[in-house]
T-cell receptor, first 114, second 114 residues
């Protein structure tokens, strides 16, 4: 059972475009939704995260939109740059247990062309 | 601080051989995790540890064993490697006092089983 569904699998945009990556979850106990960014040959790194008490969070050019009733959240990258080319993973967890494990989506490979 | 380090970076095994992957963190984190990453599958949790001397199974634990004898180290063992275990393995750690559920990832170990 895939608890976090991510789409699309891959995405190509031109520099300056606004790629959007979508995720949907099933477990209503999830209360923390991070996005991780991974460059080739590197480990994933936390990019931005949101809790379900807010509908949007912005950090620089990155924005998470969250729809609790639809159990969906998405990542928007404003004014995308070639340096944003990477694989992006959404994830979800239930933080009520301190060690709470992350359930990841399958990832989206983003290419921003110059 | 080195953060999360993994040893080795690359390894090739023959079917049936055994090996141990070492993860070390210098952030005094309580929680540590082992994931595997396969193309199109995202990151899947193998085992995790909530503290020294404790381990628990994740989503895909079969064929792997782990140990956490010291707080800073988390070992992943393959007793009899199989081609299905060809993957990139990532270790991560998280502090108990983290305001969010951020996990810090190592650079990965690329394992090929022939």
């Amino acid at each position: 059972q895939q608890q976090v569904k991510q789409s699309p699998q891959s995405l190509i945009v031109q520099k300056g475009g606004i790629p959007i990556i979508n995720c949907a979850y099933e477990n209503t106990a999830f209360d923390y939704f991070p996005w991780y960014q991974q460059f080739p040959g590197k480990g994933p790194a936390l990019l931005i995260a949101i809790r379900p008490d807010v509908s949007e969070k912005k950090e620089g050019r990155f924005t998470i939109s969250f729809n609790k009733s639809a159990k969906q959240f998405s990542l928007h990258i404003m004014d995308s740059q070639p340096g944003d080319s990477a694989t992006y993973f959404c994830a979800a967890s239930n933080t009520r247990s301190g060690y709470s494990t992350l359930t990841f989506g399958k990832g989206t490979m983003l290419l921003v062309s110059p | 601080n080195a953060g999360v380090t993994q040893t080795p970076k690359f390894r090739v095994l023959k079917t049936g051989q055994s090996m141990t992957l070492l993860c070390a963190q210098d952030m005094n984190h309580e929680y540590m995790y082992w994931y595997r990453q396969d193309p199109g599958m995202g990151l899947r949790l193998i085992h995790y540890s909530v503290g020294e001397g404790t381990t628990a199974k994740g989503e895909v634990p079969d064929g792997y064993n782990v140990s956490r004898l010291k707080k800073q180290n988390f070992l992943l063992g393959l007793e009899s490697a199989a081609p299905s275990q060809t993957s990139v393995y990532f270790c991560a750690s998280k502090g108990r006092a983290a305001p969010y559920n951020e996990q810090f990832f190592g650079p990965g170990t690329r394992l090929t089983v022939l």
